[in-house]
């Protein structure tokens, strides 16, 4: 059932940014940039024989908008190409080896986009933006390589989507752990200056 991480990791990011952010130019953008790709995700163009869904052009201009805003547009381009070739690879890795996948590939492919985009920078901005960016570079890269060979491939489908839902919810998780740890001994700092 491709798709349904997408989904419900969209979902969940759009309650989170809709009724939990402070009202603010940046949760009117995050809301609408969400529900733009829910809204493109069916939609999808024929170039040069491949299938790519309007999701990968949307995503790479949603990653460059949040890495303009964070200003470390050099940090945040080194960063969405290290993704890109990253993801490729274990794109390619995966059609040469399917076996020796250890977990199920989604759940596999988002840890370690995760992973690579938190050794990359702790900055949230910053760490979308290069997913997105990062992640519509990656499937283009694999398309473009296969393409070589003369193999079909779609790029943006449901079922790299699911790797991009995961992973993003990875990263909102770990911004709420960081948060509540912050919060929690701020809240301990206080309690024990004031007991003394």
Known sequence: MDGFYFYWACWISWVLV???MQHSLARTLFA???????CVSGFSVDLAGHRI???VFLLAVIGYLFIFSSKRVGRGTFGSICIGVGYAGLLL??????VALLLPRTFLFALLLFALAYYLTRE???QIGIICVGFAAGEVIYLFLLDVYGLY???GNFKAMDIL???????IGAQLL???RHYLRKKSKWTAGSSS
Not at 32 to 38: D, H, Q, S
Not at 93 to 98: A, F, G, I, R, V
């Open 18 to 20: 809709t009724f939990f």
């Open 124 to 126: 949230l901005y910053l």
């Open 165 to 171: 839902g995961v992973t993003m919810l990875l990263i």
């Open 53 to 55: 869904f309007a999701t």
């Open 93 to 98: 890795w995966e059609l040469t080896n399917p």
């Open 32 to 38: 609408l940039a969400i529900l733009l790709t829910i």
């Open 153 to 155: 491939q779609e790029a």
């Open 178 to 180: 960081y948060k509540l």
